[in-house]
């Protein structure tokens, strides 16, 4: 009787064991794939629960420069969402009176460069934004040109734009987090790598980084942009705060966003040269 049960308990054991082992290889094949796949929901949710039309934002800009000293600045930013990942965007600067009516458009389009124009009043001309000049520093930010671009951009990436990576799992202040790899595929991508940190409850993006390199792990990021003080507009979780920071400069912006409204019927003639050239809505 004895011998029986103990031959029992050893089955047992033997059961649990085979359990444990099939769930472990089940949990690293679900891992193997799970950086495309979060990827993947993140992209379902902006379609689905979270999507929007149109948005308008009011933002306060604080520019730190690399000597230190501080500027602010005050815009109002709008945007369409179009079939296809197309999307509209047009912003003005209404503070201080020496930007007032400095204005910005862009239409972006998934996979190839954004179409953009800036305008400045004191030259009284719309300025396209070309080849040349997406490397440039927008309006004294720590964004260049294409960084707006690009960040508009990769949401809509997939596999065939840039190799993800799951590299682990975070804490940002106090959020868990899933850190993410992409390694873009297009020439016209400034960064060899970029690493996101996606909330696990929200797959909002705490941080990402940018790197020159790609096959250097212990490259320093050029590029950080921090984003915090998420709040629910709606259903729609939105970073109030958002810092970009270049460590090797030692400079840093800070956008405080004021005001944030979904769907109001913005008009598709908001978003034309002629309304930037006018430096308000």
Known sequence: MVARTGHGRRLVWLSLLVVFAGATAEARAAEAQSAREILDRRKLLDETERHWDDREQAITLHLFGSRGGERTRELVVYERQLEGD?????????????????????????????????????????????????????????????????????????????????????????????????????????????????????????????????????DDPVKQVLQSDIKLVGPIPVPHRVEVLRPRRGSRTVMDVERVRFDQGLEEDLFTQRALERGER
């Open 86 to 218: 197309e999307r509209q965007s047009i912003l003005f600067f209404e503070r201080p009176a020496e930007v007032r009516g400095t204005g910005f458009l862009a239409f972006s389009h998934p996979k190839v460069p954004a179409d953009q124009w800036l305008f400045l009043p004191a030259l009284k001309r719309v300025r396209r934004i070309t080849a040349e000049t997406r490397k440039e520093s927008f309006v004294g930010t720590d964004l260049s040109y294409h960084d707006l671009d690009l960040l508009q951009d990769m949401p809509s990436w997939t596999e065939d734009d840039a190799a993800s990576k799951l590299l682990g799992e975070a804490d940002v202040d106090g959020a868990a987090t899933h850190v993410i790899e992409l390694r873009p595929k297009d020439a016209d991508v400034d960064y060899g790598r970029i690493q996101l940190w996606l909330g696990k409850d929200d797959l909002i993006s705490r941080r990402t980084y940018f790197f020159e390199g790609a096959d250097d792990p212990a």
